[in-house]
């Protein structure tokens, strides 16, 4: 049976921590890691590049409850089930310095690490883009796009996004509303990188196209972060992107869309 959750203050914290409190807060009863995690990327509301995130989510758990005790947000219910800490004590001025020292420190680790995986991913498509024939560049400041090209008196814009393939063979991916609904020089085009150790895979798809996926559902607009989701899935040699009802094979390593 659920029971109601008090609403808990959220300070600023790493991204599973908040997605965990905003699942387990809907949620109102236990749930395991696994499921927290699960729900969170559904939701659009756990943003990783990870292959791993729901080991990603136990141990962030696990950590906050044993750096902080009866000061953590969470509680753990069962072997790895896991609730609110409605009886979440205040932790003492030296001890809570130090706590938030260390997370500030783990949060830039974090944002280093997705830094260099995503401009990894803009110099593999450059590179696709040059050995291509495209007179290709990475832009110097971020400004929406991630490459200008150009070929055949043609200008591209295009943006880069890079994922690791999870425990639940789905790569998500997030676009912020401010860079998808801008207005770009030339055609534009959304590159999504695809990583599994064995093979890395690009889904290239028009603007014309993502336009038509949000507008039919498949691409999830989260209004509480300002964001679309994009989730693909590749399932019996097919590529989907939502669900089975969007198939996007003819986009699969297609460069020839960028024309």
Same mark, same amino acid.
């Given at each position: 049976?659920?029971?109601? +959750?008090?609403? *808990?203050? +959220? ?9 965990a #409190?905003?699942? !387990?807060?809907e949620?109102?009863?236990?749930l395991?890691? /696994? @499921?927290?995690?699960k ?9 990783? =590049? ?14 906050? #409850?044993?750096k902080?005790? @009866?000061?953590?947000?969470f *509680? ?11 009886? /979440? ?16 420190? =783990? =949060? =830039?680790?974090?944002?280093? @690490? ?19 024939? &495209?007179?290709a ?9 991630? *490459? %200008? ?5 043609? !200008?591209?814009? #295009?943006q ?17 509303? %401010? ?10 085009? &959304?590159?999504? *990188? ?8 690009? !889904? %290239? #798809?028009?603007?014309?196209e993502?336009?038509k996926?949000?507008? @039919? ?10 964001? &679309?989701?994009?989730?693909?899935? %590749?399932r019996?040699?097919? +590529?989907?992107?939502?669900n089975?009802?969007?198939e996007?094979?003819? &986009? !699969?390593?297609?460069?020839?869309? +960028?024309?």
């Amino acid at each position: 049976m659920k029971y109601k +959750i008090q609403k *808990i203050k +959220i300070t600023k914290m790493n991204k599973f921590r908040t997605a965990a #409190i905003q699942i !387990l807060t809907e949620a109102g009863q236990p749930l395991h890691y /696994k @499921e927290i995690t699960k729900l969170a990327l559904d939701k659009g509301i756990l943003e990783t =590049e990870g292959a791993t995130p729901d080991a990603s989510m136990n141990a962030q758990l696990i950590t906050d #409850i044993n750096k902080k005790g @009866e000061g953590s947000d969470f *509680i753990k219910t069962a072997p790895s089930t896991f609730t609110l800490n409605l009886n /979440k004590k205040a932790l003492e001025p030296k001890r809570q310095k130090k706590v938030l020292e260390e997370e500030a420190a =783990e =949060e =830039e680790k974090i944002t280093l @690490e997705t830094g260099f995986t995503g401009k990894a991913g803009e110099h593999l498509v450059c590179s696709e883009l040059l050995f291509r024939g &495209y007179n290709a560049s990475i832009m110097s400041v971020d400004s929406g796009m991630d *490459i %200008i090209a150009t070929k055949n008196n043609k !200008l591209f814009s #295009i943006q880069v996004k890079t994922a690791n393939a999870n425990a639940y063979d789905t790569y998500n991916f997030d676009v912020r509303k %401010i860079s998808f609904e801008k207005d770009y020089a030339g055609n534009t085009f &959304y590159v999504f *990188i695809l990583k599994r150790k064995a093979q890395t895979q690009f !889904l %290239i #798809i028009p603007l014309h196209e993502m336009e038509k996926k949000v507008a @039919e559902k498949a691409i999830v607009y989260v209004q509480s972060y300002k964001k &679309y989701r994009v989730k693909i899935d %590749i399932r019996d040699d097919k +590529i989907y992107l939502g669900n089975r009802n969007h198939e996007m094979k003819y &986009y !699969l390593n297609n460069w020839d869309v +960028i024309k």
